[in-house]
């Protein structure tokens, strides 16, 4: 559809171009409305259709049924990833609206982009951005003006739930809607250096219009951890100060003043952010304040991004080397952490700007509340409990061995790109073998899930049958920090965590007690080893010793008739 523009160059509009508007709904409405999904989708059409630097392509399907949209900037008009990645361009994800509610960046990147296009925002030629205009197009739709009751507007905007009422904010593990897969698949085509997730706020009130949540340094690691740390970060809040916004880590605060400092916000693998980072991507989340007039909110974000770009492109080549340096070390790694907690004894000191916060009777309850004092500002030093140590690490086998059978498990490695070798026929096979000991759940559903926590295993080693057509998952892969966070049980956001191996859970055959108490008195008359362990734990545990149900299940557990798959975990490990 552009031949007749293919000798236009970016920067320049043709005549046609000139006569229409490329104004913006935020911007016709002197920043108070946000734009509605067919808005948003016709002004990338027509960016496209006048400017070769822009390219909109479909990325996949969505629970909506409207495709996933993804909108290319590259300055040249080439557009085929393969070269960017051939050429050394530094790949910029942007995602918008993933909460749709919190528009700010949906709105700013369609005035990035065109800037882009018009040449009133530079982006060198080093640089490609790739903006997905709204990420939950169902929530788009679901369009309102009270869902965000802390919110200071737009006028109306869209619902955090997707089609599925998922917060696609959580998804990035279960894989649970259409369009968390085609980003999924998206992100692994482009391997993107950097991503950029744009939302807004809840929490405290404070002066700060523009707040940032980066992937936790420790969290990310080696290289990479130590250059966002020590320079990326900086260099972003540096250029922002520049623009007159004074940037602040995401403030982690809920229910209290923040007036002594936070917790730096740690986003497991089921983030955007999270997710990012386990595939060596540098990953930030732009969280503008909520209390904020919407115009403010979309501007900060709109020179943020701004401060992105023209920091990766001056230290592109630092962001690849120390990207490469850590897919480098992950290849020869033969331990991973799985799970991290916070640094108590180690502090940032930051300046904070707030307001002085205090307490009186509520008008609703009459219990006393907290509130906020805009005509007392303050600008103090607080402590931020920036660092992370590791909680629990794994040692790393040769390669995973999974079922065939578990196709739910199979179909989300395969969309992350994980390197799967087929078994060619049946065989035994001496394995690590885990048996889950214990585990806490949910009572509540979480994202359609009832999430597992606490879990601890036992390992054993023992031979077990694998059939022809069954998976070996080497370990020597790029997928191999993803490949290590969701298989080994033990992780917060593991596949066993998010309840896909839940059918294990379930005993599947079991005894009538009068009949089994006959052939238990006979095990226990030929076995004396599990006599005496029986007596062991009667003396041990007094409730059990009280408890003649739970002494015969005691031994059809110890015995031959037990299944040997009961809370046998089926990811085994080749050691």
């Not at 169902?138 to 919110?151: D, V």
């Not at 920036?386 to 395969?414: E, F, M, N």
């Not at 892969?477 to 839940?502: C, H, M, N």
Request: charged share 25%; with cysteine; proline share 5%.
């Amino acid at each position: 559809m552009k031949k007749w523009l293919i000798l236009v160059p970016c920067m320049m509009m043709t005549i046609i171009c000139r006569a229409q508007s490329f104004d913006t709904p935020f911007e016709k409405s002197n920043g108070t409305v946000s734009a509605t999904y067919a808005q948003l989708i016709d002004y990338y059409e027509r960016l496209d259709a006048a400017y070769e630097c822009i390219r909109m392509k479909d990325a996949g399907e969505t629970d909506a049924y409207y495709p996933l949209q993804v909108v290319y900037y590259s300055k040249d008009g080439r557009f085929n990833i393969t070269e960017w990645k051939r050429a050394g361009k530094i790949i910029i994800l942007i995602n918008n609206g993933i909460h749709p509610g919190e528009p700010d960046g949906i709105d700013a990147s369609t005035m990035l982009l065109r800037d882009a296009a018009m040449g009133k925002v530079v982006v060198p030629d080093n640089i490609i951005l790739a903006v997905i205009p709204v990420f939950n197009i169902g929530g788009m739709l679901n369009r309102g003006s009270h869902s965000r009751a802390n919110q200071n507007g737009p006028k109306e905007y869209g619902f955090r739930g997707n089609a599925q009422n998922l917060d696609l904010n959580r998804d990035f593990i279960k894989m649970d809607a259409k369009e968390t897969r085609s980003l999924v698949r998206l992100f692994h085509k482009l391997s993107p250096d950097v991503l950029i997730d744009n939302h807004v706020s809840n929490g405290a009130d404070y002066q700060h219009i523009v707040t940032l949540l980066s992937t936790q340094h420790n969290k990310l690691g080696g290289a990479m951890g130590n250059y966002l740390y020590q320079h990326f970060e900086p260099l972003i809040y540096k250029d922002m100060s520049a623009k007159g916004y004074d940037l602040v880590p995401y403030v982690n605060h809920w229910g209290h003043t923040p007036d002594n400092g936070w917790t730096a916000f740690h986003e497991g693998p089921r983030f955007a952010s999270g997710f990012a980072a386990m595939h060596h991507t540098y990953a930030f989340v732009t969280e503008t304040h909520m209390l904020k007039p919407f115009d403010k909110r979309v501007y900060g974000t709109y020179e943020l991004m701004k401060s992105f770009i023209s920091v990766a492109s001056a230290h592109g080549a630092d962001i690849k080397q120390a990207r490469q340096a850590d897919i480098q070390a992950c290849a020869i790694a033969t331990q991973l952490p799985v799970e991290w907690a916070s640094d108590t004894a180690k502090k940032t000191k930051m300046v904070y700007k707030g307001y002085e916060a205090g307490y009186k009777p509520s008008d609703v309850s009459g219990q006393q509340r907290l509130y906020y004092d805009r005509n007392k500002p303050y600008t103090k030093e607080v402590v931020l409990y920036d660092t992370y140590k590791d909680k629990q690490v794994v040692t790393l086998p040769q390669a995973y061995l999974l079922s065939g059978a578990w196709h739910k498990v199979i179909s989300r490695l395969q969309d992350n790109k994980v390197q799967m070798i087929h078994v060619d026929k049946d065989t035994i096979i001496y394995v690590g073998v885990y048996y889950i000991e214990s585990y806490e759940t949910t009572q509540r559903p979480y994202e359609g899930h009832y999430l597992h926590s606490k879990i601890k295993t036992r390992k054993e080693k023992r031979y077990i049958k694998l059939y022809k057509g069954d998976y070996i998952i080497p370990m020597q892969q790029p997928a191999k920090r993803f490949i290590t966070e969701v298989l080994e049980p033990i992780a917060p956001d593991s596949y066993f965590a998010w309840g896909f191996f839940d059918a294990i859970l379930q005993q599947k055959e079991g005894y009538s007690d009068y009949v089994f108490e006959d052939e238990a008195a006979r095990i226990l008359q030929t076995n004396e080893a599990l006599r005496k362990k029986l007596e062991e734990k009667k003396a041990s545990d007094a409730k059990f010793a009280a408890d003649g149900d739970a002494q015969l299940d005691f031994v059809y557990k110890h015995s031959p008739y037990y299944e040997p798959v009961h809370m046998r975990y089926p990811v085994f490990r080749l050691e």
